[in-house]
């Protein structure tokens, strides 16, 4: 079996491809390389894959990159990911998840390669849900509010009609905060994280910047994430979309008590204005019954864990740098 990865230079990807090799390792690996990267090395580190070269925001080359692989799987990946970061440019966001999405499935069809591809879809789609509406279940409508989530929410709606209107065998899977060793501290978790290994070294006075505290968040480890994508690649129903949950919600501001637990410093939080967002959801807890029901797939790496190993990791690369 080939299976190909876009994205799998990132965060998810590189996690995906290690459960791959350990757990999987019949799999050939192919991944979709961006050849205008700024970095084209950085997925040639990734040691056991195959490369083709490739560019979500170009159809003519995803089709021969595709064509190229001949992939009997596909996991979607690729994707630009940070909610923060598409209030300031939200034209990326629509190229890169809507465009870039939509490209994929063009190959497929214009290919009449009909294989598994599973779709990195996004929880940020659901938006504004009411107090009766929590936990959040897969038939719950769209409400986005940021660029991010109306990106992802139309990504999702373009694999569903391709599903109903030419047979692709995609699987949307909307994963909740997804977190682990080794995410960009441009994410809430490695950003707290990151400030409590670089107090602990010394680097920065003990203050953490923060912006909303009290939100709160159903949280999935990457590993149990990357579980999550085969699961639904061996069990999944075609056209079906399933949420990646815990069914928990913590706040961040447990999330910062959690994570100064294992450290010795004594620090305050300070309120970073450039850190809130327009407009933000307060809370995002998903129903993982479905997923389990079919999968029969639940999250198995406690919160505390990841906690432990995301601190872990930036002492390492603060250590390092």
């Avoid at 299976?3 to 192919?30: K, Y």
């Avoid at 400030?195 to 590993?223: S, Y």
Wanted: proline fraction near 6%; charge should be negative; charged fraction near 20%.
């Amino acid at each position: 079996m080939r299976a190909l990865i876009t994205g799998i230079s990132g965060f998810v990807g590189s996690h995906l491809v290690g459960f791959l090799q350990r757990e999987h390792p019949g799999v050939e690996i192919v991944g979709l390389l961006r050849w205008r990267s700024e970095d084209p090395q950085s997925a040639a580190r990734l040691r056991g894959t195959q490369l083709v070269e490739g560019d979500l925001l170009d159809a003519v080359s995803v089709i021969r990159a595709v064509e190229a692989a001949a992939p009997d799987l596909i996991f979607h990946l690729g994707a630009s990911s940070s909610v923060a970061g598409s209030w300031d440019a939200p034209d990326e966001m629509v190229q890169v998840n809507v465009l870039g999405t939509l490209h994929l499935l063009e190959a497929l069809r214009q290919l009449h390669l009909n294989v598994p591809t599973m779709l990195a879809c996004s929880a940020e789609a659901y938006g504004v849900v009411g107090s009766d509406e929590l936990p959040i279940g897969e038939d719950q409508p769209f409400r986005p509010v940021s660029p991010y989530a109306v990106s992802k929410a139309a990504a999702d709606l373009f694999g569903y009609q391709y599903h109903r209107t030419f047979g692709l065998r995609t699987v949307r899977l909307r994963l909740f905060n997804h977190c682990g060793p080794g995410q960009s501290s441009r994410f809430v978790i490695a950003s707290l994280a990151r400030q409590v290994a670089e107090i602990e070294a010394g680097l920065r006075p003990p203050r953490i910047l923060v912006g909303n505290v009290d939100v709160r968040r159903d949280f999935v480890d990457v590993r149990d994430a990357v579980r999550a994508y085969w699961a639904a690649a061996s069990e999944g129903a075609p056209g079906a979309a399933y949420n990646v949950c815990s069914g928990v919600t913590v706040t961040i501001r447990e999330v910062v008590e959690r994570l100064l637990a294992f450290s010795p410093s004594r620090v305050e939080l300070v309120a970073d204005p450039s850190r809130l967002r327009p407009s933000d959801l307060e809370v995002l807890q998903g129903d993982p019954g479905l997923f389990h029901a079919v999968t029969g797939w639940l999250p198995t790496v406690p919160f505390e864990q990841t906690l432990a190993d995301t601190l872990a990791y930036w002492r390492e690369q603060v250590r390092t740098c």
